[in-house]
């Protein structure tokens, strides 16, 4: 007990948490204010569960038969015939040389174009259905909805909202806490919590890893955000990123459901939304006063830094995004429509798409 007292002293020491003179002891609850409870950072872990078993049954029950009904096919690709030697080639999971296919050739005796029939006809059967894929857009375009909806709903009334700046009037021990932003920091944190679990088992994207830090570095920032009671600016960082995905997952319903000129409207959509927010209003609003204006008005500490420095690491991440997503665009007015998919794919259809680009049939 004494070793880990000593441990967690250690880790909840006051001078890296906290602004100097300002001790744990102060954020005890009081008639006047409510302060963040870390603590409370242990309720997002079952929500996070719940809210899979809710996707799992508002796919299964409600998503799916609404995209059977728009005509989008669950029909599973052809299956290869069982053959031990290319199979082992196929689970290495590297593309295959020339040479290797001609080895693979001589070593059953097949034509080299069979072989190559066989593997491409056990990659795709590997890939998910257009109804799978449907229905995971779909989730996550509905989350997106409700969050961005009910971001707004709690916020309208806030100050910060309006003016920046009361994020840091009277930080720490002078802003209190209401039901609503404490509603809306775990109903957030749980569903990236079930992001970085449904990640493994989603559809395989080229930008798997990107999106998986960028999940780990949201939830980080949210919990950091929270013990160091910095949920004000945490607010403005989550509504202003749920709003452009929900063009972007609509826009992939749109394709999926072939309905082509609506997923050019969202398309277009997403890419304004998507620049105005992540690349303007992101950096220049919320960054700008984290970096700029909080130093000016409150004493920063160690973990202040580490909660700015996650803030920059997912604007880097957005500037990636960006630069895809420009591409992307600048490809589809070319060809006239969107065929290419905008940050996200599946693995193997990035390999077969030309110049990188992603197609929105992941």
């Known amino acids: 007990m004494d070793l880990f007292k000593t441990i967690s002293d250690k880790f909840w020491d006051r001078d890296v948490w906290l602004p100097p003179n300002v001790t ?13 409870d870390h603590r409370h950072l242990l309720f997002p872990l079952p929500l996070a569960v719940v809210m899979l078993l809710l996707r799992f049954a508002f796919e299964k029950y409600w998503l799916a038969p609404i995209g059977i009904s728009l005509g989008i096919k669950n029909k599973k ?83 910060w909202l309006w003016d920046i700046k009361q994020c840091w009037v009277g930080y720490p021990l002078q802003q209190s806490l209401s039901d609503d932003v404490w509603w809306y920091y775990m109903i957030s944190l749980s569903f990236y919590y079930s992001l970085c679990i449904s990640q493994f088992f989603d559809v395989k994207r080229k930008d798997f890893w990107q999106m998986f830090i960028h999940h780990i570095a949201t939830v980080t920032l949210m919990s950091l955000s929270w013990v160091c009671n910095l949920y004000r600016a945490g607010t403005l960082v989550l509504v202003v990123h749920d709003c452009a995905d929900i063009f972007l997952d609509a826009a992939k319903m749109a394709k999926y459901a072939s309905f082509q000129k609506v997923c050019d409207i969202l398309l277009g959509v997403f890419t304004v939304l998507w620049i105005v927010t992540r690349i303007g209003i992101y950096p220049f609003w919320i960054i700008y006063s984290t970096s700029v204006t909080a130093p000016a008005m409150v004493a920063v500490f160690p973990a202040y830094y580490i909660f700015n420095s996650l803030l920059i690491l997912l604007l880097v991440l957005h500037v990636i995004w960006t630069y895809l997503i420009l591409r992307v665009v600048y490809n589809s007015i070319l060809m006239g429509q969107m065929e290419k998919d905008i940050r996200s794919s599946s693995s193997e259809e990035l390999s077969e798409s030309s110049g990188g680009s992603q197609s929105l049939k992941d």
């Open 77 to 159: 690709a052809k299956k290869a015939p069982p053959n031990d030697i290319l199979e082992k080639a196929h689970q290495s999971k590297e593309k295959l040389k020339h040479k290797q296919i001609t080895g693979l050739a001589k070593q059953l005796d097949w034509p080299e174009r069979k072989v190559e029939r066989w593997l491409r006809v056990r990659r795709s059967q590997d890939k998910p259905t257009t109804l799978v894929k449907f229905c995971e857009n779909s989730w996550r375009c509905t989350y997106y909805i409700l969050s961005f909806s009910f971001g707004i709903f709690v916020l309208w009334d806030k100050p």
């Open 24 to 36: 744990w002891a102060d954020f005890k609850p009081n008639d006047k204010y409510v302060y963040a």
